[in-house]
């Protein structure tokens, strides 16, 4: 069966960095464009980033451009979120999602999940 399974979350300082890696099994990854949403408690699911299939194009939520960066290795099966100048504001639970068509920052667009990972930014 598809797994999703993410790792490399944890707790760390305002403007500290983590990186977030989704590593991908029980599908042909290569034909799947990849993406990381976010969960707060007490808020809903948002899009955080996109990559596509061979990592020619990505996409970004406004609120973490310039500070995150999403990529892939077709090749180990795993996408990656790396995250510099945290900040509080993006303490939530992070999952990866796998799509094969649909928009990039709908959730309803992805077939499969990962369980996710807290990231926890103290100030």
């Known amino acids: 069966q598809v797994q999703l399974v993410e790792s490399g979350g944890g707790l760390v300082q305002a403007g500290g960095s983590l990186r977030l890696s989704c590593a991908a099994s029980g599908l042909t990854f290569s034909s799947y464009a990849m993406g990381w949403f976010r969960q707060a408690p007490g808020k809903e699911r948002e899009f955080v980033a996109a990559?596509?299939?061979?990592?020619?194009?990505?996409y970004y939520a406004d609120s973490v451009k310039g500070r995150f960066t999403i990529s892939r290795d077709n090749a180990k099966n795993t996408v990656y979120l790396q995250m510099n100048s945290l900040k509080p504001e993006d303490t939530a639970v992070y999952y990866c999602a796998a799509r094969r068509g649909g928009y990039y920052y709908s959730a309803g667009s992805y077939a499969y999940w990962g369980q996710g990972t807290q990231v926890t930014v103290s100030s």
């Open positions: 990559v596509t299939w061979i990592s020619d194009t990505t």
